[in-house]
Structures are given as C-alpha cells and as structure tokens.
C-alpha cells in the first residue's frame, strides 16, 4: 500500500498527503528536473538508478519541466543526428518521442507524482500543436499512474498525516526556471527573485542546468507574539545528459554541467504541541 496520495487542489497547486507511522520516521520525496530523458546523451543509467530507488521506497517523484528533449526534428536548427537514438527515427519522431518513454517509464508508473512543462515541452507545443506531456501522462495513466501534469510553475504541499491526526506541511514551490544563469551568478539571483514572488518552504527550479543548494532562515512573529524560525531551501536540479557530448551546447561556449537533482527527506519530529516536519536535501 502507498504511503502517499496526490491530490489537485487549484490549477497551480496539489497537495501531497504523506503517512507517517511515528515520531523520528522519514520519507523522501525525489525532485528532478532537466531529464531531457529522449536525448542520446542522456546518462539513462544514473537515471535508472534513482528511479529504481523511488520504486524500492515507494517515493513519488516530482518533474519539474524538460522531460523530453525534442531537439531532434527536421525542423529544429539545433538537431543532430548523433543525439537521436535509434528507436526514435522513422518519420513520426514526436509520436515515438511519447510512446518509447512511457515503456521506459512504466516500472515507474506508480512513483510519478507530477511532471510539469519545461520550455522544450512548451516549444513543441507552440510550433506544433502537440502537447507531449499530456499524451506521456494519459499513457501512465493507462498503466495504473496517478501523474498529474502539471504546469510551467506551481505548488506541491507535502501533508505529514500522523497517528494522533496532528497535522504539519512543507510547502514545495516549483518553477522550471528562466534565464541563462551566467557563470558568475550560476542561478543564485534567481533565488532572490524566487524569494520575493512565491512563500514556500522548499523552492525547485532546473533549466540552466546546474546544481546548487541555498539555505535561508525566515524570522516570523506570531499573532500571541512568539517570535518563529523556519528555514527554507533553494534547490536548482541539473540535468541528466552529458552536455560535452552535446554539439550545440559546446558551441555555445559551455562547458560540461553536474548530472542529478535531489532527494528531499521529511522527517517527522515529536514536539509539545504533537508532530513538526524538518526537511533536508540529499543529492542523488
């Protein structure tokens, strides 16, 4: 039996509702982003491995934009032949694109919480009137999934449901991201951008392709005068290809970026007043 279910709450937002046997007790939730999953020169088998231990703990798992790569069509001045794979030529390239990555994804159906569109999906979608993700999401969810397809940016509340019925929440804010994140900043002002538009615990961004973590405390009053921290974290997934592989991103003048997102482990801690959640990340 699953330890979580999804539900959508607003049309940017879902909660996540989390069982928790007893104090001290962890879940965690796998945050990725930038998968680019159709690419030759995606590491499936680092992929592969992180998804293999969502199904092993029974975690969901949070896409957050550029599930698919979708660079490889006559159309896109950006194609080369040695980043598409066999089983993606033939002439109906974006019908194979979402037909082959559901068969990867299947052992995974059960795990996939939420995939949300990154620019590429919605470039497809602009230019062709084809909306990937949503074909990928309804054959997932012909196998069993509950995925929701989510959109460019929104909300996923992790409930920590407990015994005593005492409940706490880590707000997670996604966004697939903007920008170039130059070599200086590499993304770190968006955090401060991020920081000033959206509340949230836990903020989730990708699209720049590099991998970084930033920790805030916010100071609070509350309305009996007690004065409250809460720490928040900003965490940019990278991607899951091998960018130096990648001719157009060497011609760009970049160089080879981390592979990998997070896992984000909630544990449930006893207090006075019943169950608090603490968070931390973990890269996979």
């Known amino acids: 039996m699953s330890w979580w279910t999804l539900l959508k709450t607003d049309a940017n937002a879902y909660q996540l509702k989390v069982v928790f046997g007893q104090a001290k007790d962890a879940r965690r939730v796998l945050l990725l982003a930038d998968v680019h999953w159709d690419s030759a020169h995606c590491r499936l088998d680092l992929l592969r491995d992180a998804m293999e231990q969502a199904k092993a703990e029974g975690a969901p798992v949070v896409i957050a934009g550029d599930f698919f790569d979708a660079m490889q069509g006559k159309w896109?001045?950006?194609a080369d032949q040695k980043?598409?794979?066999?089983?993606?030529?033939?002439?109906?390239?974006l019908d194979l694109l979402v037909s082959t990555a559901a068969e990867w994804l299947k052992p995974y159906a059960a795990n996939i919480a939420v995939i949300s569109y990154g620019n590429h999906e919605t470039s497809i979608k602009k230019r062709?009137?084809?909306?990937?993700?949503?074909?990928?999401?309804q054959e997932l969810r012909r196998m069993g999934s509950t995925?929701?397809?989510?959109?460019?940016?929104?909300?996923v509340v992790l409930v920590g449901d407990f015994p005593n019925k005492n409940r706490d929440n880590v707000k997670i804010c996604y966004h697939h991201g903007y920008g170039g994140g130059g070599e200086a900043s590499r993304g770190f002002l968006d955090h401060n951008r991020t920081r000033g538009q959206y509340e949230a615990d836990v903020y989730l961004s990708g699209h720049i392709h590099r991998r970084n973590c930033d920790e805030n405390i916010i100071t609070r009053v509350t309305s009996r005068g007690m004065v409250r921290k809460r720490r928040q974290l900003f965490l940019r997934a990278s991607?899951?290809?091998?960018?130096?592989?990648?001719?157009?991103?060497?011609?760009?003048?970049?160089?080879?970026?981390p592979i990998?997102?997070?896992?984000?482990?909630v544990t449930a801690g006893r207090t006075r007043a019943g169950f608090k959640l603490d968070f931390r990340a973990i890269p996979t």
């Open 128 to 137: 062709h009137e084809v909306d990937l993700l949503q074909r990928l999401c």
């Open 147 to 155: 995925v929701e397809c989510g959109p460019y940016w929104g909300y």
């Open 76 to 78: 896109d001045p950006r």
């Open 239 to 257: 991607c899951w290809k091998d960018e130096a592989a990648d001719g157009w991103h060497v011609q760009q003048g970049r160089a080879s970026r």
């Open 83 to 93: 980043a598409l794979r066999d089983e993606h030529r033939g002439g109906a390239y």
């Open 260 to 265: 990998g997102g997070w896992w984000l482990e």
